[in-house]
């Protein structure tokens, strides 16, 4: 059993683009919805998502996001689980089609290290030197009961 990374995003975009992503996340289909592989293909996975399978126990809410992005914007914002590593490949894939990303992540199961992606930047940081906005995001938000429950 691999080690499970704990993720917060919240993509911005229209509301089209979003609306789709959150009913992939509904059906534990995230990262298909983002980029569709076969499902015989683990190197492949790797290479586009970052990670060699979907994304596990998904909280998901859709909000219409008022103004800095513009007009008919909408936020995803979730909390998962992933294999391993964040899904940094996916992120890049919807940077690529214009979505802003923002994601924390965090491995305490291990690989003790956590960090950011933001719009393109990755930061990686081992867990003692995890800068606190990112320590702060987790414990104001992380439903940590959801994710011990749901395993």
């Avoid at 089209?16 to 059906?27: M, N, P, S, V």
């Avoid at 790797?46 to 909280?59: L, M, R």
Wanted: glycine share 8%.
């Amino acid at each position: 059993m691999p080690n499970l990374v704990d993720n917060i995003l919240n993509l911005i975009g229209p509301y089209d683009r979003i609306a789709q992503l959150a009913e992939g996340a509904k059906e534990n289909k995230f990262l298909q919805t983002v980029k569709p592989l076969s499902d015989s293909s683990l190197e492949q996975a790797t290479q586009t998502w970052g990670v060699k399978w979907e994304i596990q126990n998904p909280i998901v809410s859709m909000v219409e996001h008022d103004g800095w992005y513009g007009d008919d914007k909408w936020c995803l914002a979730m909390q998962f689980e992933s294999p391993w590593s964040p899904p940094t490949g996916a992120y890049r894939i919807l940077n690529e089609e214009g979505l802003h990303v923002f994601a924390y992540f965090m491995d305490t199961g291990g690989g003790d290290y956590g960090g950011t992606y933001k719009n393109g930047e990755l930061l990686t940081y081992e867990l003692k030197d995890l800068p606190d906005d990112v320590i702060h995001i987790f414990n104001e938000t992380y439903d940590f009961d959801h994710v011990n429950n749901a395993a």
